[in-house]
Every structure is written in structure tokens, then in C-alpha cells.
């Protein structure tokens, strides 16, 4: 009795130690959380009756007046009233390099004002913070199952019952049948634990709870949950926000990435990128003519105008008088005694202007994708200028980066069949689908479905919500809308495109774990298991095996830590 006494003793002392060693390389997994949690400022500094008092976190309320010096953290969301700063945003973006922030930017809370003093009107508190959105995000993707999980499940479930049934016949057999089991234990004799001189009774027990110990399914359960742990805390670091553990396994399946086009392949605002003069007019000339009269439009397009007059050094307009808008085509107004017109091809035409010593210029920017405005001076046209919804200048890298992926890309635009092909020429874009309706464009994602089978669909507009949800995977932009965001499964913080290359690399490093974890816990069963049935295996090694193993894959689940989720060059360079 006292010997079995001794090696239970020591199962347990074993057991409790790798429990020990696994709980603490599982608290390594899980510390993405703990770390977002200590992100959040504990304290605020408010202005409250004209004073500035600090008050702590939980009781700052929506419309509170914050005042953010250097080298502090911003409190909770929130929209800059007054100074501008460089934010420290790597917490939520994974952004390196500090962002400049001015009067009306958005701040997001736990971010640090790296200079300059903020004053800021709290937009959201509590739960409803960006902060809290991306723990509640990292906690759901940490406690859902990928179907390869529940794969594992199911064959847990069949594994046990046949597992104890393993151990019975193992009893049965050293009992019933000990000359046949005999042989099979004096071959082990070489192992120093390896006794054949005790009674069948005893080698039959010590063979079954050696068999019930090293086929617990410890490493199984813990094979699929570590990795996702691991995964979606490295993606949370990285501005990767991914909402479930199924997410995960469809990002690494996925064959065709769909781009709505405005605000996520271009920046969603137009900019002036020509203009054109005649007549002996400068381009300056031309330029100030049009700014003057555009400055009484609200359209995005005179703000253009407007903007790229500034930043070409054009201060001071001329005063403009008679103004009118010439809806969908364009305005006029009067400076110094002269009539400006400036809009469309069809407003020259219907206003008598003769625009033939210019058509031919505007055929060649309308073939870039860039749309043209005629700028006329008393009825003669003395120019035109050219703006077009520029690329974000990640759009060409990232396309490229998903190629050499070995996935192809299209684009969801409303844009005509000419403009979209232009944009989709600049950017390396494969499939096109133009003319398409904010409400076709789950329609559209639909037919790439067909086609392709697995799509994910990046967006970030309102419009967009329908299609990231039909999607079977929905990539947000960040800096998009909320219900983009809510609609989505992988949120990207930054607003980068890079990031849906990063996210496919990060659910493919992921699975990869994942399979490799339970690849070694099936293995491991099956090299062990037999041992233990004809006697090699002594129970408190057995424990030792069975805790060794699920110390493994924890560990290498916690690998994924130390993978980079830069996407790599064709070659491998």
C-alpha cells in the first residue's frame, strides 16, 4: 500500500507542477487583455464651474471639457476644441510614428499627447469607448471556437469512452491472458522501471492507470484556444480587431479580396491634379479666376479648387459679385467686369461656348479617370482644371502584397465602366465592377461568391454595412463608420490597407498553430497510449509525458507573439 501511496504522491506533485507551468504559460496567452486594461488613464483633469479639477476615469460624462497636457493621456474619446498635438496612437493603431491632431480631429482614449496642450470635449465614456470596444472585441474572438475546434471536440468525445474502454481491456488482459502479456513486458526490461517479476494483478493496474493518465485530453482542449488567444492579442497590438474564432479560419481561406473604391482604395476626397490654360493665361491666372468664384459653393469640388489655390501660395481672391449655382453643372460670377463661367462640357455648350480649342485636352484627363471643369471668361474658354479621388498611397502595395499572396482582387464601384477601369489600371486591381448601386453591392458580392467561393469585402461607408455582412469575411476601415465597423468581422484601427494583408498572414500563422498543436497531442497518444498498455510506461511518467505535452502546446501557441506580420516580397525577400 505504501508503495502506490509513493507514486500517487508523486502523480499529483507532478501533475500540480505542470498545471503550475501550463497556467502560467496560458496567463502569457491571455495577457493581451490585462495589458488593454492598463492602457486606460485612471484619472481625468475637467473643467467643472470655470475650475479645472481632476476627477477619476469612471466619473467623466459625455460633453466634459478635458484639458490633455504633454506627456499625458488622453482620457476617454473625444474631439479636440481647442490646440493641436502629435498623438502617440501605436496602443490602438500600431501605428509607430506620431499622428498630428488639430481643432475638430477625433482622439481616441489612452492614447498620449506626445506635445502642446489639448483641450478636448468627451464624445464617449465607459463601455462605449474605443478601449472598451477592442477588449469586449479580443475577449469574444478569445472565447469562440473555429471549426476546426469543434472538429477536435467531436473526436475528444468519441476519444475518451475509447480510452477507458483501452484501460478495461488493458485489466482484462493482464489478468485473463497474463502468458500472452508476459513477453511483452520482459522485453522491456532494458527500461529501469520496467519490473516483469510483479504479480499480474499489479502490472495489469499499473498498465491502466498508466493508460488513463497519458491519454487526458489535456494538450486536445488546450491545442485551439492558446492559439486564438495568442492570435487575436497579437492582432489587437497591431490594430487587427478580429471578432471571432471562425473569422480567423475563413481569412486564411479567402481567394478574392473586393474593395468598395471611395474612402478605402482613395482618400474619398477629390483634389485638383491639373490645370490646363490657353489663350495666353497662366496657370495661376486660371486658378484664381476659379478659386474666387468657388469659394461661394459648398461642393466638395469648389473646396478643391479652394484648397489647391491656397497651397499653390494664392492668398488673396478677387471680390466676386452675381454669383449663382447652375445646379449639376456648375457656377458663375462676376470679377472686375468679367462674366466667369466654370462647369461642365454640356454648361459651355447651352451657354453658347465654343470649347472645341480644348476638347481634345479634356477627352485625354477624362480618359484618367479625373473629372473636368471648363473655366470661361466672358464666353471664351481660357482653361480647365482637372481633379480626380486620388489613391491612399498604400492602395498600390497592398494590392500587390495580396497578389504575391496568391489572391486576387477586385473593386465595387458606382463609378462609370471608363473611370473605373482607370483607377483599377493605377492600382493593379484584377475583376471590375462598375455602375454598381450602393444597394447592388451585395449583388456584386454575391457573384464574386460564385465565382470565387471564399470573398472578403473591404469598406468603410454606411452603404457598405449590407456588403461586409453577405461578405464571408467583412474588413472594416477603422477610420470609417461605426455601423461599417459593427457589420465587419476584422476591423482594421489604422485605416491602412496593409492591414488586410497583415490580417491574412495573422489567420495563417494562427491555424498553422493551431494544427500543428493538434497534430502533436493526436501523435502523442498514439506513440504513448500502446506503451502504456503492454507495461513500458510507469504511471508518474506517464504524468510527466501527459504534462510535457500540454506545457507544448501552449508554448507554441505562444510563438505567434514573435511572428511578423509584414507581408513578404515575391521570392521570399
Not at 114 to 136: N, W
Not at 166 to 191: C, D, H, K, N
Given at each position: 500500500?505504501?508503495?502506490?501511496?509513493?507514486?500517487?504522491?508523486?502523480?499529483?506533485?507532478?501533475?500540480?507542477?505542470?498545471?503550475?507551468?501550463?497556467?502560467?504559460?496560458?496567463?502569457?496567452?491571455s495577457q493581451?487583455?490585462?495589458?488593454?486594461?492598463?492602457?486606460?488613464?485612471?484619472?481625468?483633469?475637467?473643467?467643472?464651474?470655470?475650475?479645472?479639477?481632476?476627477?477619476?476615469?469612471?466619473?467623466?460624462?459625455?460633453?466634459?471639457?478635458?484639458?490633455?497636457?504633454?506627456?499625458?493621456?488622453?482620457?476617454?474619446?473625444?474631439?479636440?476644441?481647442?490646440?493641436?498635438?502629435?498623438?502617440?496612437?501605436?496602443?490602438?493603431?500600431?501605428?509607430s510614428?506620431?499622428?498630428?491632431?488639430e481643432?475638430?480631429?477625433?482622439?481616441i482614449?489612452?492614447?498620449?499627447?506626445?506635445?502642446?496642450?489639448?483641450?478636448?470635449?468627451?464624445s464617449?465614456?465607459?463601455?462605449?469607448?474605443?478601449?472598451?470596444?477592442?477588449?469586449?472585441?479580443?475577449?469574444?474572438?478569445?472565447?469562440?471556437?473555429?471549426p476546426?475546434?469543434?472538429?477536435?471536440?467531436?473526436?475528444?468525445?468519441?476519444?475518451?469512452?475509447?480510452?477507458?474502454?483501452?484501460?478495461?481491456?488493458?485489466?482484462?488482459?493482464?489478468?485473463?491472458?497474463?502468458?500472452l502479456?508476459?513477453p511483452?513486458i520482459?522485453?522491456?526490461t532494458?527500461?529501469?522501471?520496467?519490473?516483469?517479476?510483479?504479480?499480474?494483478?499489479?502490472?495489469?493496474?499499473?498498465?491502466?492507470?498508466?493508460?488513463?493518465?497519458?491519454?487526458?485530453?489535456?494538450?486536445?482542449?488546450?491545442?485551439?484556444?492558446?492559439?486564438?488567444?495568442?492570435?487575436?492579442?497579437?492582432?489587437?497590438?497591431n490594430?487587427?480587431?478580429?471578432?471571432?474564432?471562425?473569422?480567423?479560419?475563413?481569412?486564411?481561406?479567402v481567394?478574392?479580396?473586393a474593395?468598395?473604391?471611395?474612402?478605402?482604395?482613395?482618400?474619398?476626397?477629390?483634389?485638383?491634379?491639373?490645370?490646363?490654360?490657353?489663350?495666353?493665361?497662366?496657370?495661376?491666372?486660371?486658378?484664381?479666376?476659379?478659386?474666387?468664384?468657388?469659394?461661394?459653393?459648398?461642393?466638395?469640388?469648389?473646396?478643391?479648387?479652394?484648397?489647391?489655390?491656397?497651397?499653390?501660395?494664392?492668398?488673396?481672391?478677387?471680390?466676386v459679385?452675381?454669383?449663382?449655382?447652375?445646379?449639376?453643372?456648375?457656377?458663375?460670377g462676376?470679377?472686375?467686369?468679367?462674366?466667369?463661367?466654370?462647369?461642365?462640357?454640356?454648361?459651355?455648350?447651352?451657354?453658347?461656348?465654343?470649347?472645341?480649342?480644348?476638347?481634345?485636352?479634356?477627352?485625354?484627363?477624362?480618359?484618367?479617370?479625373?473629372?473636368?471643369?471648363?473655366?470661361?471668361?466672358?464666353?471664351?474658354?481660357?482653361?480647365?482644371?482637372?481633379?480626380?479621388?486620388?489613391?491612399?498611397?498604400?492602395?498600390?502595395?497592398?494590392?500587390?502584397a495580396?497578389?504575391?499572396?496568391?489572391?486576387?482582387?477586385?473593386?465595387?464601384?458606382?463609378?462609370?465602366?471608363?473611370?473605373?477601369?482607370?483607377?483599377?489600371?493605377?492600382?493593379?486591381?484584377?475583376?471590375?465592377?462598375?455602375?454598381?448601386?450602393?444597394?447592388?453591392?451585395?449583388?456584386?458580392?454575391?457573384?464574386?461568391?460564385?465565382?470565387?467561393?471564399?470573398?472578403?469585402?473591404?469598406?468603410?461607408?454606411?452603404?457598405?454595412?449590407?456588403?461586409?455582412?453577405?461578405?464571408?469575411?467583412?474588413?472594416?476601415?477603422?477610420?470609417?463608420?461605426?455601423?461599417?465597423?459593427?457589420a465587419?468581422?476584422?476591423?482594421?484601427?489604422?485605416?491602412?490597407?496593409?492591414?488586410?494583408?497583415?490580417?491574412?498572414?495573422l489567420?495563417?500563422?494562427?491555424?498553422?498553430?493551431?494544427?500543428?498543436?493538434?497534430?502533436?497531442a493526436?501523435?502523442?497518444?498514439?506513440?504513448?497510449?500502446?506503451?502504456?498498455?503492454?507495461?513500458?510506461?510507469?504511471?508518474?511518467l506517464?504524468?510527466?509525458a501527459?504534462?510535457?505535452?500540454?506545457?507544448?502546446?501552449v508554448?507554441?501557441?505562444?510563438?505567434?507573439?514573435?511572428?511578423?506580420?509584414?507581408?513578404?516580397?515575391?521570392?521570399?525577400?
Amino acid at each position: 500500500m505504501a508503495n502506490y501511496a509513493g507514486v500517487a504522491a508523486m502523480i499529483m506533485a507532478f501533475h500540480l507542477t505542470g498545471r503550475y507551468v501550463e497556467e502560467s504559460a496560458k496567463g502569457r496567452s491571455s495577457q493581451a487583455i490585462r495589458k488593454l486594461l492598463e492602457l486606460g488613464a485612471k484619472t481625468a483633469r475637467v473643467i467643472r464651474d470655470n475650475k479645472e479639477v481632476e476627477i477619476p476615469i469612471d466619473q467623466v460624462e459625455i460633453g466634459d471639457i478635458m484639458v490633455i497636457r504633454s506627456g499625458e493621456k488622453v482620457p476617454t474619446d473625444g474631439i479636440i476644441l481647442s490646440g493641436q498635438s502629435a498623438l502617440d496612437e501605436s496602443m490602438a493603431t500600431g501605428e509607430s510614428m506620431p499622428v498630428n491632431k488639430e481643432e475638430g480631429d477625433e482622439v481616441i482614449g489612452a492614447t498620449i499627447n506626445q506635445d502642446g496642450l489639448l483641450k478636448v470635449k468627451a464624445s464617449k465614456v465607459g463601455k462605449d469607448t474605443f478601449l472598451s470596444q477592442v477588449i469586449k472585441m479580443v475577449e469574444q474572438a478569445q472565447g469562440t471556437k473555429v471549426p476546426i475546434q469543434e472538429f477536435a471536440d467531436r473526436v475528444t468525445g468519441i476519444f475518451v469512452p475509447i480510452v477507458i474502454g483501452i484501460a478495461a481491456l488493458t485489466v482484462l488482459a493482464w489478468v485473463v491472458f497474463p502468458s500472452l502479456m508476459q513477453p511483452l513486458i520482459e522485453a522491456g526490461t532494458f527500461l529501469p522501471w520496467v519490473n516483469p517479476n510483479l504479480g499480474s494483478l499489479t502490472l495489469a493496474i499499473i498498465s491502466m492507470v498508466a493508460v488513463l493518465v497519458i491519454a487526458c485530453p489535456c494538450a486536445l482542449g488546450l491545442a485551439t484556444p492558446t492559439a486564438l488567444m495568442v492570435g487575436s492579442g497579437k492582432g489587437a497590438e497591431n490594430g487587427i480587431l478580429i471578432r471571432s474564432g471562425e473569422s480567423i479560419q475563413s481569412l486564411k481561406e479567402v481567394k478574392v479580396v473586393a474593395f468598395d473604391k471611395t474612402g478605402t482604395l482613395t482618400k474619398g476626397k477629390p483634389e485638383v491634379t491639373d490645370v490646363i490654360s490657353i489663350l495666353g493665361n497662366s496657370d495661376i491666372d486660371i486658378l484664381r479666376l476659379a478659386a474666387a468664384v468657388e469659394y461661394a459653393s459648398e461642393h466638395p469640388l469648389a473646396k478643391a479648387v479652394v484648397n489647391h489655390a491656397r497651397d499653390r501660395g494664392i492668398e488673396k481672391l478677387p471680390e466676386v459679385t452675381d454669383f449663382l449655382t447652375i445646379r449639376g453643372k456648375g457656377v458663375q460670377g462676376n470679377i472686375d467686369n468679367q462674366q466667369v463661367l466654370i462647369g461642365t462640357k454640356r454648361l459651355m455648350v447651352e451657354e453658347g461656348v465654343n470649347v472645341q480649342d480644348i476638347e481634345s485636352q479634356i477627352s485625354r484627363l477624362e480618359s484618367e479617370a479625373k473629372t473636368t471643369m471648363i473655366v470661361a471668361s466672358d464666353s471664351k474658354v481660357i482653361g480647365a482644371i482637372a481633379m480626380a479621388d486620388t489613391l491612399k498611397e498604400e492602395s498600390i502595395e497592398a494590392i500587390t502584397a495580396l497578389h504575391n499572396q496568391g489572391i486576387k482582387t477586385a473593386m465595387i464601384t458606382g463609378d462609370n465602366r471608363r473611370t473605373a477601369e482607370a483607377i483599377a489600371k493605377q492600382v493593379g486591381i484584377d475583376h471590375i465592377l462598375a455602375e454598381v448601386l450602393p444597394d447592388g453591392k451585395v449583388d456584386a458580392v454575391k457573384l464574386l461568391q460564385d465565382q470565387f467561393s471564399v470573398v472578403a469585402f473591404v469598406g468603410d461607408g454606411i452603404n457598405d454595412a449590407p456588403a461586409l455582412t453577405q461578405a464571408n469575411i467583412g474588413i472594416a476601415i477603422g477610420t470609417g463608420t461605426d455601423i461599417a465597423i459593427e457589420a465587419s468581422d476584422v476591423t482594421l484601427v489604422s485605416g491602412k490597407l496593409g492591414g488586410v494583408v497583415s490580417a491574412i498572414i495573422l489567420s495563417t500563422e494562427t491555424f498553422k498553430k493551431i494544427k500543428q498543436n493538434l497534430f502533436w497531442a493526436f501523435f502523442y497518444n498514439i506513440v504513448m497510449v500502446p506503451l502504456a498498455i503492454i507495461g513500458w510506461m510507469h504511471p508518474v511518467l506517464a504524468e510527466i509525458a501527459m504534462a510535457v505535452s500540454s506545457i507544448s502546446v501552449v508554448s507554441n501557441a505562444n510563438r505567434l507573439k514573435n511572428i511578423s506580420l509584414s507581408p513578404k516580397k515575391k521570392g521570399g525577400k
